[in-house]
């Protein structure tokens, strides 16, 4: 084709997630690929969904989101980190926080603006950043001894960096954020204009006993950022796409400016159902116990791979697990999850979606009924008997 060509983002094909989906779903395969629970949202939610729809919640809720709950959502902050945002004008609701850390992707950086993010990451953000014109510096996530880099994100972060890019428990390794990084990123930011992002979707899931990290208790981070979290990884409602961003009122104000274009307002009879239970004892008792339920998990799926050629580090929050493959296969990990999917029933994500080159490594969600992590289990111990002779 002659002149420019239509495509803005001309090396983009379907994200990982929906492929591995789609093949699980051709082949009859376990799903552990995409990060989707088949645990059941808490009952009473559901039940404040269906008085919504028949109470007659069908029009639009406001712009930035009801403001119970933002009411909610500034509490929770409030309770968990130390930190009071205004309901008003430091908190939005949108579809999922992927619209919301679009959207402030989209209104901040500026055409050739360098853009800090870890490496692995979760794939949204870097054509996000392409899209709006900036450059995607990448740093590595973890160092040689499989820790957080400090040094190595910090060397990144000159002082013309407009923004730096964070996710704790992190997508795809399971990582957390270690305790202190964020003060030392925040003394290193001094004087800047750098803004930071922390993706928190999966926040208050931190396994071990860890501390749950947030931006908002940062005090040296919060003026120049934003945190994101989501009901859907909450509530094993994914697909309710109902999320959110706290910040400072200058940056919340650009973030609504393409908000207000891109969703505009999301889901009103789903907003009032999370405005009616999350506050009650049922609402808290399942947040309190979202952790231990899924470090359970963790450790059942690890406890049947246990003397198999799979190998892991545990998670150390989220829902994913990463499983090392390299005693199984020397190929490429893309091949294998595709071939697994096909041959032995069970979808995993590789890793090599996320970083290049090709590690033989694949995620697995562990959000799931116990019915199905054992049959997961099963399948895994064939695939790691069958590439072992
Ligand atoms: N950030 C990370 C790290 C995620 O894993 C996801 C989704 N799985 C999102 C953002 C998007 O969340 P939501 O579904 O609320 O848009
Ligand atoms: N965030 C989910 C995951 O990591 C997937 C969401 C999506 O499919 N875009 O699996």
């Not at 983002?9 to 492929?19: N, Q, R, S, W």
């Not at 990123?185 to 990290?213: F, K, N, W």
Request: glycine share 10%.
């Amino acid at each position: 084709m002659e002149g420019k060509p239509h495509s803005k983002l001309p090396d983009l094909g379907t994200t990982i997630f929906t492929e591995m989906t789609a093949l699980a779903n051709r082949h009859g395969a376990l799903n552990l690929a995409q990060g989707l629970p088949d645990l059941p949202p808490p009952e009473a939610l559901v039940e404040s969904a269906v008085r919504a729809l028949r109470g007659g919640v069908h029009q639009y809720a406001p712009m930035a989101g009801r403001p119970d709950l933002r009411e909610w959502i500034c509490g929770h902050h409030l309770a968990r980190h130390g930190h009071s945002y205004s309901v008003d004008d430091e908190c939005t609701i949108g579809a999922g926080a992927s619209s919301l850390l679009f959207a402030a992707i989209q209104a901040l950086v500026h055409p050739g603006d360098t853009v800090v993010v870890q490496s692995p990451a979760y794939d949204l953000y870097g054509p996000a950043v392409q899209l709006a014109g900036g450059q995607l510096c990448e740093v590595p996530l973890l160092d040689a001894t499989g820790q957080w880099d400090l040094d190595a994100l910090l060397e990144a972060c000159t002082p013309q960096v407009r923004m730096v890019i964070l996710n704790t428990p992190h997508n795809p390794t399971g990582t957390v954020c270690p305790p202190g990084f964020l003060d030392s990123l925040a003394a290193h930011l001094q004087g800047t204009d750098t803004i930071v992002l922390s993706d928190e979707v999966y926040g208050p899931i931190v396994h071990d006993g860890r501390p749950e990290v947030s931006l908002a208790a940062c005090q040296g981070l919060r003026d120049r950022g934003l945190a994101f979290g989501s009901f859907g990884k909450l509530l094993q409602a994914t697909g309710w796409k109902i999320g959110w961003a706290v910040g400072p009122t200058a940056l919340t104000a650009e973030i609504r400016k393409v908000h207000q274009y891109d969703v505009f307002s999301t889901g009103a009879p789903l907003q009032a159902a999370l405005a009616e239970f999350l506050p009650t004892a049922a609402g808290q008792q399942h947040l309190q116990g979202l952790a231990g339920i899924y470090q359970a998990k963790r450790d059942r799926l690890i406890a049947g791979l246990t003397g198999t050629g799979w190998q892991c580090t545990p998670a150390e929050g989220g829902f994913f697990q990463v499983l090392d493959a390299r005693n199984l296969i020397d190929g490429d990990d893309g091949h294998w999850a595709r071939e697994w999917t096909r041959t032995h029933g069970i979808a995993t994500i590789p890793l090599s979606a996320f970083c290049h080159p090709p590690t033989p490594q694949v995620r697995l969600c562990f959000a799931k009924e116990d019915v199905t992590l054992d049959a997961a289990i099963e399948r895994l111990r064939h695939i790691a008997s069958d590439h072992a002779g």
